[in-house]
Protein backbone atom coordinates (compact mmCIF):
# COMPACT_ATOMS: atom_id res chain seq x y z
CA UNK A 1 0.00 0.00 0.00
CA UNK A 2 1.18 3.77 -0.78
CA UNK A 3 0.80 6.30 1.64
CA UNK A 4 0.57 9.74 0.18
CA UNK A 5 1.70 12.77 2.02
CA UNK A 6 -0.15 15.45 2.36
CA UNK A 7 0.75 19.03 2.01
CA UNK A 8 -1.31 22.15 3.11
CA UNK A 9 -1.60 25.48 1.43
CA UNK A 10 0.90 27.40 3.58
CA UNK A 11 1.47 31.19 3.28
CA UNK A 12 -1.28 31.25 0.65
CA UNK A 13 0.46 29.35 -1.21
CA UNK A 14 -1.15 26.02 -2.39
CA UNK A 15 1.29 23.54 -1.48
CA UNK A 16 -0.34 20.94 -3.30
CA UNK A 17 -0.70 22.67 -6.78
CA UNK A 18 2.95 23.44 -6.57
CA UNK A 19 4.01 20.16 -6.42
CA UNK A 20 1.99 19.23 -8.73
CA UNK A 21 3.22 21.83 -11.10
CA UNK A 22 6.53 21.17 -10.20
CA UNK A 23 5.83 17.34 -11.46
CA UNK A 24 3.81 18.21 -14.61
CA UNK A 25 6.91 20.08 -15.74
CA UNK A 26 9.09 16.92 -14.87
CA UNK A 27 7.11 14.94 -16.74
CA UNK A 28 6.22 17.19 -19.74
CA UNK A 29 9.30 19.97 -20.30
CA UNK A 30 7.61 21.33 -22.81
CA UNK A 31 5.40 23.07 -20.43
CA UNK A 32 7.84 25.10 -19.22
CA UNK A 33 7.73 27.20 -22.38
CA UNK A 34 5.69 30.42 -21.86
CA UNK A 35 5.67 33.46 -23.33
CA UNK A 36 4.27 36.66 -21.75
CA UNK A 37 3.25 39.94 -23.27
CA UNK A 38 2.34 43.63 -23.18
CA UNK A 39 1.05 46.27 -24.95
CA UNK A 40 1.95 50.12 -24.45
CA UNK A 41 0.01 52.77 -26.18
CA UNK A 42 1.59 57.10 -26.05
CA UNK A 43 -1.11 58.89 -24.00
CA UNK A 44 0.65 62.10 -24.09
CA UNK A 45 4.28 63.86 -23.14
CA UNK A 46 5.74 61.12 -21.28
CA UNK A 47 2.40 59.18 -20.28
CA UNK A 48 1.48 55.98 -21.18
CA UNK A 49 -0.36 52.98 -20.76
CA UNK A 50 0.71 48.96 -20.85
CA UNK A 51 -2.14 46.33 -20.57
CA UNK A 52 -1.30 43.16 -19.84
CA UNK A 53 -3.60 39.85 -20.12
CA UNK A 54 -2.94 37.10 -22.42
CA UNK A 55 0.22 34.75 -22.15
CA UNK A 56 1.22 31.24 -24.11
CA UNK A 57 2.37 29.01 -21.32
CA UNK A 58 1.78 25.24 -20.29
CA UNK A 59 0.76 24.20 -23.89
CA UNK A 60 -1.32 26.76 -24.98
CA UNK A 61 -2.67 30.12 -24.96
CA UNK A 62 -4.23 31.07 -21.58
CA UNK A 63 -7.52 32.70 -21.03
CA UNK A 64 -8.02 32.48 -17.30
CA UNK A 65 -7.81 36.45 -17.19
CA UNK A 66 -11.18 38.07 -18.09
CA UNK A 67 -9.80 41.45 -18.00
CA UNK A 68 -6.31 43.29 -18.49
CA UNK A 69 -4.13 44.72 -15.93
CA UNK A 70 -3.50 48.39 -16.66
CA UNK A 71 -0.50 50.41 -15.49
CA UNK A 72 0.28 53.55 -16.27
CA UNK A 73 3.85 55.39 -16.39
CA UNK A 74 4.79 58.74 -16.99
CA UNK A 75 7.89 61.18 -15.60
CA UNK A 76 7.86 63.17 -12.50
CA UNK A 77 7.40 66.86 -12.98
CA UNK A 78 11.13 67.58 -12.79
CA UNK A 79 11.70 65.36 -15.72
CA UNK A 80 9.49 66.87 -18.05
CA UNK A 81 6.13 64.92 -17.14
CA UNK A 82 2.98 64.93 -15.34
CA UNK A 83 3.07 62.12 -12.43
CA UNK A 84 0.34 59.98 -13.80
CA UNK A 85 2.40 56.83 -12.97
CA UNK A 86 5.97 55.62 -11.77
CA UNK A 87 8.49 56.07 -14.43
CA UNK A 88 9.39 52.73 -16.37
CA UNK A 89 12.48 52.41 -14.02
CA UNK A 90 10.62 52.34 -11.17
CA UNK A 91 8.72 49.46 -12.75
CA UNK A 92 11.90 47.63 -12.78
CA UNK A 93 12.55 48.01 -9.12
CA UNK A 94 9.17 46.50 -8.45
CA UNK A 95 9.35 43.88 -11.00
CA UNK A 96 12.46 42.78 -8.35
CA UNK A 97 11.12 43.12 -5.53
CA UNK A 98 8.28 41.59 -6.42
CA UNK A 99 9.66 38.24 -8.56
CA UNK A 100 11.96 37.69 -5.06
CA UNK A 101 8.67 38.04 -2.81
CA UNK A 102 6.65 35.41 -5.14
CA UNK A 103 9.27 32.92 -5.15
CA UNK A 104 10.32 33.37 -1.51
CA UNK A 105 6.75 32.59 -0.54
CA UNK A 106 6.93 29.61 -2.92
CA UNK A 107 9.93 28.08 -1.49
CA UNK A 108 9.07 28.94 2.18
CA UNK A 109 5.22 27.08 1.86
CA UNK A 110 7.03 24.46 0.38
CA UNK A 111 9.67 24.12 2.95
CA UNK A 112 7.46 24.11 5.49
CA UNK A 113 8.05 27.69 7.01
CA UNK A 114 5.21 29.67 7.98
CA UNK A 115 6.16 33.46 6.88
CA UNK A 116 4.24 36.26 9.53
CA UNK A 117 6.33 39.29 7.27
CA UNK A 118 8.03 40.37 4.40
CA UNK A 119 8.67 43.44 3.10
CA UNK A 120 11.68 44.94 0.90
CA UNK A 121 13.01 48.10 -0.41
CA UNK A 122 14.86 48.55 -3.54
CA UNK A 123 16.82 51.60 -4.96
CA UNK A 124 18.17 52.07 -8.15
CA UNK A 125 21.14 54.79 -9.05
CA UNK A 126 21.02 56.30 -12.55
CA UNK A 127 22.80 59.22 -13.54
CA UNK A 128 20.99 61.26 -16.21
CA UNK A 129 23.72 62.37 -17.87
CA UNK A 130 23.08 58.90 -20.31
CA UNK A 131 19.72 59.17 -20.87
CA UNK A 132 19.84 63.24 -21.72
CA UNK A 133 22.94 62.25 -24.18
CA UNK A 134 25.00 64.77 -22.24
CA UNK A 135 28.04 61.77 -21.70
CA UNK A 136 28.96 58.91 -23.53
CA UNK A 137 30.69 57.01 -20.97
CA UNK A 138 27.71 57.04 -18.41
CA UNK A 139 25.26 54.50 -19.03
CA UNK A 140 21.50 54.91 -19.36
CA UNK A 141 20.07 52.58 -17.09
CA UNK A 142 20.56 51.90 -13.51
CA UNK A 143 24.45 51.90 -12.21
CA UNK A 144 23.89 49.70 -9.32
CA UNK A 145 20.14 47.98 -7.79
CA UNK A 146 19.84 47.31 -4.22
CA UNK A 147 17.26 45.27 -2.59
CA UNK A 148 16.84 45.16 0.61
CA UNK A 149 14.38 42.19 2.79
CA UNK A 150 12.88 42.01 6.16
CA UNK A 151 11.43 38.67 6.58
CA UNK A 152 9.73 37.14 9.84
CA UNK A 153 8.46 33.16 10.36
CA UNK A 154 8.87 30.61 12.30
CA UNK A 155 12.57 29.39 11.18
CA UNK A 156 15.87 30.16 12.18
CA UNK A 157 17.20 34.22 10.62
CA UNK A 158 19.66 31.55 8.67
CA UNK A 159 16.65 29.68 6.94
CA UNK A 160 14.91 32.97 6.46
CA UNK A 161 18.20 34.62 4.39
CA UNK A 162 18.34 31.40 2.91
CA UNK A 163 14.42 31.71 1.55
CA UNK A 164 15.83 35.00 -0.33
CA UNK A 165 18.66 33.17 -1.47
CA UNK A 166 16.77 30.96 -2.98
CA UNK A 167 14.30 32.98 -4.38
CA UNK A 168 17.29 35.21 -5.65
CA UNK A 169 18.70 32.27 -7.64
CA UNK A 170 15.52 31.22 -9.16
CA UNK A 171 14.48 34.57 -9.71
CA UNK A 172 13.51 35.50 -13.60
CA UNK A 173 13.79 38.82 -13.53
CA UNK A 174 17.44 38.91 -11.12
CA UNK A 175 18.36 37.28 -13.88
CA UNK A 176 17.32 39.37 -16.81
CA UNK A 177 18.47 42.25 -14.52
CA UNK A 178 21.87 40.90 -13.88
CA UNK A 179 23.00 38.81 -17.07
CA UNK A 180 21.13 41.06 -19.68
CA UNK A 181 19.03 39.97 -22.40
CA UNK A 182 18.29 39.75 -26.31
CA UNK A 183 16.07 42.93 -26.87
CA UNK A 184 15.03 43.23 -30.54
CA UNK A 185 13.05 46.46 -31.43
CA UNK A 186 11.07 47.03 -34.73
CA UNK A 187 8.97 49.46 -36.01
CA UNK A 188 5.70 49.68 -38.11
CA UNK A 189 5.23 52.73 -40.30
CA UNK A 190 2.65 54.12 -42.24
Known sequence: MTETMSRPARNGVDVPTLFATLDAVKGAPQLADFQFRATNTWVRGTHSRSTIQGFYGAGQEDASRTEAFSYDADH??????????????????????????????????????????????????????????????????????????????????????????????????????????DVRIDVTTP
Do not use: K
Open 76 to 181: PAVLVGTNHGPTPVEFLLHAIAACITSGLANIASARGIDLTRVESTVEGDIDLLGILGLDREVRNGYSQIRVHFTVEGDASPEQLAELVEQSRRRSAVFDVLSNGT
